[in-house]
């Protein structure tokens, strides 16, 4: 017995001294993640030219069940060479077309000088490819002819020498003044799947998707400049007037970063009794000093409630960039890091920089935790993440209040009375009931209307989202997102795998559901089309008309509802057959009916005008002319006094 116990205390502590062993590349294991491709970039910023040099050595595995015949990288940068790329032609066709004031030296470009494979040399024989659209001037895809075939389970090791200029934004990428920030700026292979290389063109209106791996990234800059990248500074060197930074992070899947000699560094911590503490890394425009604690607060809020409804943020480290004025860097999600955005003049009660600061934060959840492909299926990432950061802002910050800008965007002007709630602003509804039919969801992100794209990708999903929330209850919506979180966390999940998780959890099928929402373009719409209350001898004959004006077929019981002046209510709930375009209620009752409504509790948040869903027969005239002229007389009255303080 004695020497089973010793037997077995041995196994328990070479387990533990396994676990805590770093591997050859210095990363503790178990890994989170495959790691399967992982980075050492060195790179070299010149300011004055606005130019990086950069070296790096990819090692990648082949984790799929076909050997590989060739590479596929990414060069996001000559997406902005010309006007000529995909990215480009889609902007201009978005209305986004390029500013013509902008410079030659403006622009961006990557140019790969050499790339070998195994140790063989494979410059010669690279050539750019167009797999979304055959534009023969688009060089954002590099297609490298392998020597040899790389079999599944192998291991190679890819050395990239690159150079590239840094533009003015393009994207939330570039430079302004002395304000860097870089992203998308190495060349990055696409993710090889079983049916091969999925290594999308840069389109306008999506985003990246790449696999999980570890990046240890030295960069090197002026001195006197700060350096926030992706991960934690392991260390600092300095070399006369430069110094070289050196970040490291596992279980990535991108690395971005960023450089000024102007910013406030600011650190605090995120604490909470059951989730893992969060050390909080804040670069700060001088001129926002005051607005520190509001960025925090919002990263908190993200933090906090991210990972108690979904699951818990698993590094310890969160950088925050305040992007300089006018950079165009602003609202964007890295690993580990994330710009936000505020103004000099940000009035209490409006949630700027809370806004941008919960959903990019809520990002590292639904884009850096669960690697969804944001080309194809965007809306599993900005759409959850919409979701998310409306709900979240409700816990915290309403009631927030509207806020238009002027001259240029810089002065506020606060509307206290316009309250902006979660269902309608939160969810963004207008965006989508203008563009609800531009495209079905199910169409591969990266094939939308430019112009519309994202009233389908954010706006559309935070709503059927929201509606299975009012729909099926809030704790069984929760645990279906959970579910989903942990199963597909550091994983690349797709849309069916979502819907077999959603089933799954709620114990019902949600399939017709899904037909409407993600499989169709068809827009809600139900509607009181007339409400009739005629006396019929000693009672009243009432008639009420509902209306399918959509095509859309909501695929569990509408709800009708009809009030009598007496205050009784009559209430019908009824499933639509899939032809039914119209129901006719009647009521015969010693009461006159005042009003119908249906779906009175706003279930189905979808329903693209909510104007029809009601009539009545009680006059609201006076009511609603009291409540405009009062309105008109305060605006009126506060124009006067701020011109007589002008005058």
Known sequence: MRDALLAIALVVIAAASAIAQPSATGALDPPRSPRNASYTITARLDPSSRTITGSEVITWRNITSKPAQDLQLHLYWNAWKNIRSTFMRESALAGFGDDPTRLPSEWARIDVSSIAVGGVDRTASRRFIAPDDDNAEDETVMLVPLAAPIAPG?????????????????????????????????????????????????????????????????????????????????????????????????????????????YLERRARFEHATLPPVEMRLLLQPEHEGQAERHFDATRTTLKYYGEWYGPYPYEHITIVDPAFQSGAGGMEYPTLFTAGTRWLAPARVTTPEGVTVHEAGHQFWYGIVGNNEFEDAWMDEGFNTFSTARAIAQVYDPNVLALRYFGGFVPWVFKDVVLDRETQGNRLAGYRHDAKSDAQSTPSFRYFPATGGSITYNKTALWLNTMERWLGWPTLQRIMAAQFARWQFKHPKPQDFFAVANETARRDLTPFFDQV???????????????????????????VVRRNGEARWPDFVKVVVDFSNGS??????????????????????????????????????????????????????????????????????????????V
């Open 154 to 262: 192998a291991t190679a090791e890819i050395r990239v020498a690159w150079s590239a200029h840094v533009p003015r934004t393009f994207a939330r990428t570039g430079a302004v003044g002395n304000f860097f920030f870089i992203a998308q700026w190495f060349p990055k292979l696409g993710v090889l799947q079983d049916d091969g290389w999925n290594c999308h063109q840069f389109h306008s209106g999506t985003e990246f998707f790449s696999d999980y791996g570890i990046y240890d990234v030295s960069l090197t800059v002026p001195s006197d400049w700060i350096v926030g990248a992706t991960g934690v500074e392991r260390d600092r060197r300095d070399a006369g007037r430069e110094a070289v930074h050196r970040f490291y992070q596992e279980d990535v899947h991108d690395f971005a970063w960023t450089t000024s000699p102007d």
């Open 518 to 544: 993600y499989r169709s373009s068809d827009v809600f719409d139900y509607a009181i089309e007339d409400l009739k209350s005629v006396r019929e001898g000693s009672n009243y004959r009432t008639t009420v």
């Open 569 to 646: 209510r009559a209430m019908e709930l009824e499933r639509w057959n899939d032809d039914d375009r119209w129901k006719a209620y009647v009521y015969n009752r010693p009461v006159q009916a005042v009003s119908a409504q249906v779906d009175p509790d706003r279930v189905l948040l979808l329903d693209v005008d909510y104007t029809n869903n009601s009539m009545t027969l009680e006059p609201k005239g006076p009511r609603a002319a009291t409540k405009w002229s009062l309105a008109w007389m305060l605006w009126l009255q506060d124009a006067l006094l701020s011109w007589a303080a002008l």
